[in-house]
């Protein structure tokens, strides 16, 4: 299973940016999907996760500046970023919580990564 992020980029402050995250491979559930982000010297933090049936879960620190969304039918999650600050510099990891059927056809949980995207606010 494999997570292609897209998106990210330099922004002034106060603007906005999307980012995406299309998961591709073998499963055959998705449960949680969600993005995170690691700014330097800073441990790797949640911004917003979403459940299979659209419920949303953010940080404090994106709440009503940023929203989640995700297309089932692609697979895909999307974050929608407003009202950008100068905090908001991070790579911007997506993850998501599925399910696949290994070689012996047993069911395997799993969580996964994408490859980080680096977005940068600055003026």
């Known amino acids: 299973v494999q997570l292609q992020a897209s998106g990210g980029g330099l922004v002034q402050p106060g603007g906005s940016l999307g980012l995406s995250c299309a998961a591709s491979?073998?499963?055959?559930?998705?449960?949680?999907m969600g993005w995170y982000r690691q700014a330097p010297g800073k441990q790797r933090e949640l911004v917003a996760t979403?459940?299979?049936?659209?419920?949303?879960n953010y940080a404090d620190s994106v709440k009503g500046r940023f929203t989640l969304s995700r297309d089932n039918g692609k697979s895909t999650v999307y974050l929608q970023m407003n009202k950008v600050k100068p905090e908001d510099t991070a790579v911007y990891y997506c993850?998501?919580?599925?399910?696949?059927?290994?070689?012996?056809?047993?069911?395997?949980?799993?969580?996964?990564w994408g490859q980080g995207t680096q977005v940068t606010v600055s003026s």
């Open positions: 993850n998501a919580d599925g399910a696949y059927y290994n070689a012996y056809e047993e069911v395997v949980v799993e969580r996964w």
């Open positions: 979403i459940t299979s049936a659209g419920v949303t």
């Open positions: 491979g073998k499963f055959f559930r998705l449960n949680d």
